[in-house]
């Protein structure tokens, strides 16, 4: 139920967006690290998640759904709810302002994360 609940929170926080008007994706993403020849945790997002845009080439969007993880060799695994909000807004000219906010659940807490960068076209 806290999971529903979470979720919900995150893909109701675009008030006053209408889910009708905005695209609908599927996003499938896996992460991995490696240090020396040691891979370590596999985590796989399998998200859900809606996305647009306005007359003035600022974007958003809002993705959850289920993270899975593969610990590193041991077998040992879990499922966990992950989700990101994010958007981009035109600088002018080429160059794009982006953030991400981003959650998941473990066994014991919550993890969040920001993301804020730059995109320069050419």
């Known amino acids: 139920m806290k999971l529903a ?3 919900g929170l995150l893909l109701g926080s675009l008030g006053g ?6 695209d609908k994706f ?4 896996t992460n991995a690290g490696v240090q020396d020849t040691q891979v370590g945790a596999v985590v796989t997002d399998a ?3 809606i996305e647009g845009a306005n007359q003035y080439g600022t974007s958003w969007f809002a993705q959850a759904g289920p993270q899975f993880v593969m610990n590193d060799g041991s077998g040992d695994g879990s499922v966990n709810l992950s989700g990101k909000v ?3 807004v035109p600088l002018g000219g080429s160059v794009d302002l982006y953030g ?3 959650f998941a659940t473990g066994e014991d807490d919550v ?3 920001a993301k ?3 995109k320069i076209k050419f």
Not at 17 to 22: F, G, P, R
Not at 26 to 29: Q, T, Y
């Open 100 to 102: 991400e906010l981003s």
């Open 47 to 49: 998200h859900v998640g």
């Open 17 to 22: 967006v209408s889910a009708e008007a905005a």
């Open 116 to 118: 804020l960068g730059t």
């Open 111 to 113: 993890a969040y994360g």
């Open 86 to 88: 994010g958007g981009a």
């Open 5 to 7: 609940v979470i979720a």
């Open 26 to 29: 599927v996003n499938i993403e």
